[in-house]
Nanobody, 115 residues
Framework: QVQLVESGGGLVQPGGSLRLSCAAS????????MGWYRQAPGKQREWVAT???????NYPDSVKGRFTISRDNAKNTMYLQMNSLKPEDTAVYYC?????????WGQGTQVTVSS
């Protein structure tokens, strides 16, 4: 059974940083592109970052230059370093495998950016 477990969220002031982790089990994440997504209250889930099997990364303009996605295949874990956080980054953050999400969503990790 595939499980993707997100962690690392919390409350941070505007301009602060957080690092999220996504631990995969039941799959070898090195075989997949992996991605981060987020869902703010009252909004649809949106894509935040992707890292390919080869390590190439891609981001929407809303987070480009502030967020960095990375992976540690030996640990079957993916990360999202988030810097210069803004209140509009407040959301539940989720991870998934595949160029488009392949598996059921986990519980996510809440990120709240507020002073």
């Amino acid at each position: 059974q595939v499980q993707l477990v997100e962690s690392g969220g919390g409350l941070v002031q505007p301009g602060g940083s957080l690092r999220l982790s996504c631990a995969a089990s039941g799959i070898s994440s090195s075989f997949y592109a992996m991605g981060w997504y987020r869902q703010a209250p009252g909004k649809q889930r949106e894509w935040v970052a992707t890292i390919t099997r080869g390590g190439s990364t891609n981001y929407p303009d809303s987070v480009k230059g502030r967020f960095t996605i990375s992976r540690d295949n030996a640990k079957n874990t993916m990360y999202l370093q988030m810097n210069s956080l803004k209140p509009e980054d407040t959301a539940v953050y989720y991870c998934n495998a595949g160029a488009t999400p392949l598996y059921s969503w986990g519980q996510g990790t809440q990120v709240t950016v507020s002073s």
